[in-house]
C-alpha cells in the first residue's frame, strides 16, 4: 500500500498570505496525486487532479504542483472561505487508493 | 449534473451489519466508477473500495476484505456498500464518491451517511 504522508498537521496562516502545504508518497505516484477540500459538516470537495490541474469552480490562487513522491499545494492570497482541511490523495495503481492524514490550515 | 443521494442515519449493535446505499442522477451510471470513502469522527478519509457498475467486480482495501461487499443495481443507478462484522471503531460518516474529471478521483460525493456502532 502506497502510504501518504502530509505536513504539517495544522498551518496557522493569516488572511491574505501564502500557505504551501505538502504532501510525500511511501513510492512513486507519478502525476496520480489529487488534493481535495473539506470544511466541517460537508464532503470532500475535488481540489486539484493530476498534480497540477485546478478542477472547476476553484480560483487561480490554488495551485498544484510535484509529481513522483514529493506533490505541493499552495495558495497565494488566502481568503477567509479557503481555511478548510485539505487532502491529498494518490490515484496511481486501480482501486488501490489511499489518502494523506489531511492538513488543516487554520486563521492565524 | 450528477447527484449522489445517500440513505439514512443508522445506529447498530456490535456484531451486526450495516447496508447503505448510493442513488446517482444526473449522469450516466454504467461505466463510472464509484467508490466508498469513510471518515472516523474526527479523522481523515480512508478508502474502502469501488466499483464500475456494469463493467467489473468490485475492488476492496486490503483492511476491508472479508467484511466489506460493494454492489451495484443498474436497473436503478443504485450503489451499495455492506459492512458486517461492526464494532465500535466502524462509528464513522460513509460517503459514496463517483469518478470525477481524472480516473481514480472522486469528483461527485453523496451527502455522507452516519453509522454508529454501540451497545
Known amino acids: 500500500e502506497i502510504v501518504m504522508t502530509q505536513s504539517p498537521a495544522t498551518l496557522s496562516v493569516s488572511p491574505g498570505e501564502r500557505a504551501t502545504l505538502s504532501c510525500r508518497a511511501s513510492?512513486?505516484?507519478?502525476?496520480?496525486l489529487a488534493w481535495y477540500q473539506q470544511k466541517p459538516g460537508q464532503a470532500p470537495r475535488l481540489l486539484i487532479y493530476?498534480?497540477?490541474t485546478r478542477a472547476t469552480g476553484f480560483p487561480a490562487r490554488f495551485s498544484g504542483s510535484g509529481s513522483g513522491t514529493e506533490f505541493t499545494l499552495t495558495i497565494s492570497s488566502l481568503q477567509s472561505e479557503d481555511f478548510a482541511v485539505y487532502y491529498c490523495?494518490?490515484?496511481?495503481?486501480?482501486?488501490?487508493?489511499?489518502f494523506g492524514q489531511g492538513t488543516k490550515l487554520e486563521i492565524k | 449534473q450528477v447527484q449522489l443521494v445517500q440513505s439514512g442515519a443508522e445506529v447498530k449493535k456490535p456484531g451486526s451489519s450495516v447496508k447503505v446505499s448510493c442513488k446517482a442522477s444526473?449522469?450516466?451510471?454504467?461505466?463510472?466508477?464509484i467508490s466508498w470513502v469513510r471518515q472516523a469522527p474526527g479523522q481523515g478519509l480512508e478508502w474502502m473500495g469501488g466499483?464500475?457498475?456494469?463493467?467489473?467486480?468490485?475492488n476492496y482495501a486490503q483492511r476491508f476484505q472479508g467484511r466489506v461487499t460493494i454492489t451495484a443495481d443498474e436497473s436503478t443507478s443504485t450503489a451499495y456498500m455492506d459492512l458486517s462484522s461492526l464494532r465500535s471503531e466502524d462509528t464513522a460518516v460513509y460517503y459514496c464518491?463517483?469518478?470525477?474529471?481524472?480516473?481514480?478521483?472522486?469528483?461527485?460525493w453523496g451527502q455522507g451517511t452516519l453509522v454508529s456502532v454501540s451497545s
Open positions: 490523495q494518490q490515484y496511481n495503481n486501480w482501486f488501490m487508493y489511499t
Open positions: 464518491a463517483r469518478s470525477g474529471a481524472a480516473a481514480g478521483t472522486f469528483g461527485y
Open positions: 444526473g449522469g450516466t451510471f454504467i461505466g463510472y466508477a
Open positions: 513510492q512513486s505516484v507519478g502525476s496520480n
Open positions: 493530476g498534480a497540477s
Open positions: 466499483i464500475i457498475p456494469g463493467i467489473g467486480t468490485a
